[in-house]
T-cell receptor
């Protein structure tokens, strides 16, 4: 039973354009959501997060949107750069579950120069 | 400041054997979590250690066990290895209780292959 899903295994965009990565979840007990980026041979790196009491959080080129009624979140990267090419994971936490992250399966983003 | 380190980088074991993976947490971090990432999938939570005690466990059998030491480094032990245990094992540390509760810092992982 996958509680966090990323339905697009891969995404290819042109440099300078917007990248939109999507994530759906099923467990309404999740109250905090995170995006991680992973390069080959490295561990995941925290990118941006959002609390369930907000619907948007912005950090430079990265914006995360949360739609609680649809149980959907998305990560927007504008403008996309070739260095953004990596695997992106969304993850969720239940408030009473400590640091236990529930990850989606990941989306491989390729930004073409 | 030294980040999270894991050893070994790669490991090949035979079905039925036992394996120990090691993790050194980032300086100042007292919580260590372990994740299993199978090929093409996202990481799955195995368990977490806080101040040398198990503080949460995912859906993994008892043959997956761990330890945390007074310096907050940690070990993951897997007994009676199965082919499906082949995966990347990630360790993450966090400064729980310091206000950065949710941010976990991951090591590069140990790639385990079971033949």
């Amino acid at each position: 039973d996958q509680q966090v899903k990323q339905n697009s295994p891969s995404l290819s965009v042109q440099e300078g354009r917007i990248s939109i990565l999507n994530c759906d979840y099923t467990n309404s007990m999740f109250d905090y959501f995170l995006w991680y980026k992973k390069y080959p041979a490295e561990g995941p790196t925290f990118l941006i997060s959002i609390s369930s009491i907000k619907d948007k959080n912005e950090d430079g080129r990265f914006t995360v949107f949360l739609n609680k009624s649809a149980k959907h979140l998305s990560l927007h990267i504008v403008p996309s750069q070739p260095g953004d090419s990596a695997v992106y994971f969304c993850a969720a936490i239940k408030g009473n579950a400590g640091n236990m992250l529930t990850f989606g399966g990941g989306t491989r983003l390729m930004v073409k120069p | 400041e030294t980040g999270v380190t894991q050893s070994p980088t790669h490991l090949i074991k035979t079905r039925g054997q036992q394996v120990t993976l090691r993790c050194s947490s980032q300086s100042g971090h007292n919580t260590v979590s372990w994740y299993q990432q199978a090929l093409g999938q996202g990481p799955q939570f195995i368990f977490q250690y806080y101040r040398e005690e198990e503080n949460g466990r995912g859906n993994f059998p008892p043959r997956f066990s761990g330890l945390q030491f007074p310096n907050y480094s940690s070990e993951l032990n897997v007994n009676a290895l199965e082919l499906d245990d082949s995966a990347l094992y990630l360790c993450a540390s966090s400064p729980q209780g310091s206000g950065q509760y949710y941010e976990q810092y991951f090591g590069p992982g140990t790639r385990l292959t079971v033949t």
